[in-house]
T-cell receptor, first 110, second 114 residues
Framework: RKEVEQDPGPFNVPEGATVAFNCTYS??????FFWYRQDCRKEPKLLMS???SGNEDGRFTAQLNRASQYISLLIRDSKLSDSATYLC???????????FGAGTTVTVRA | DVKVTQSSRYLVKRTGEKVFLECVQD?????MFWYRQDPGLGLRLIYF???????EKGDIPEGYSVSREKKERFSLILESASTNQTSMYLC?????????????FGPGTRLTVL
């Protein structure tokens, strides 16, 4: 079983729509959770960390559900510039190594 | 801003060649990482280094070696390139050994082995 699993999508949504997707992780001892964003043919960049109580960063909301071992990302009022692949990242080994999901692709159309 | 640079954006090599991929970071980060990224598989850790001359195997070290002679530079070596090593190679660095430190990535090297 993969350590981190994501629905690859693609999620095709119109501008202004809300889109949400989840990621599951296998290790219940995981401690740190992140969403990275990767634009086409570019490197991954940190979008936001995910905190136990959930957190928002502008139009982006991240949630953590430890009981069911998943994290979620919700994008409100989608913009064309939100089109990207979103990588779920989990620290599963209690050290500085991270485990990456294969990514969920979001395409926002005009 | 943190800057991680990689020596080449695109590289084409032949089977059996020795290949060097170089990565340099300019923020005095302690940790450096080499990943490969393949469709449907995500990023897989090849090797990482938490200090000069120190290295540890990641999840898929077979066929690769690394070198870290200076803090800012981390090299990935393919001793004898094979076609199954055709991939996107991403280097990353992070500040320290704290759990979950943000990793900053270079632009990647797309390697094709013929």
């Amino acid at each position: 079983r993969k350590e981190v699993e994501q629905d690859p999508g693609p999620f095709n949504v119109p501008e202004g729509a809300t889109v949400a997707f989840n990621c599951t992780y296998s290790n219940s001892a995981s401690q740190s959770f992140f969403w990275y964003r990767q634009d086409c043919r570019k490197e991954p960049k940190l979008l936001m960390s995910v905190y136990s109580s959930g957190n928002e960063d502008g139009r982006f909301t991240a949630q953590l559900n430890r009981a069911s071992q998943y994290i979620s990302l919700l994008i409100r009022d989608s913009k064309l510039s939100d089109s990207a692949t979103y990588l779920c990242v989990v620290n599963t080994r209690n050290d500085y190594k991270l485990s990456f999901g294969a990514g969920t692709t979001v395409t926002v159309r005009a | 801003d943190v800057k991680v640079t990689q020596s080449s954006r695109y590289l084409v090599k032949r089977t059996g060649e020795k290949v060097f991929l170089e990565c340099v970071q300019d923020m005095d980060h302690e940790n450096m990482f080499w990943y490969r990224q393949d469709p449907g598989l995500g990023l897989r850790l090849i090797y990482f280094s938490y200090d000069v001359k120190m290295k540890e195997k990641g999840d898929i070290p077979e066929g690769y070696s690394v070198s870290r002679e200076k803090k800012e530079r981390f090299s990935l070596i393919l001793e004898s390139a094979s076609t199954n090593q055709t991939s996107m190679y991403l280097c990353a660095s992070s500040v320290s050994g704290r759990s979950g430190d943000t990793q900053y990535f270079g632009p990647g090297t797309r390697l094709t082995v013929l």
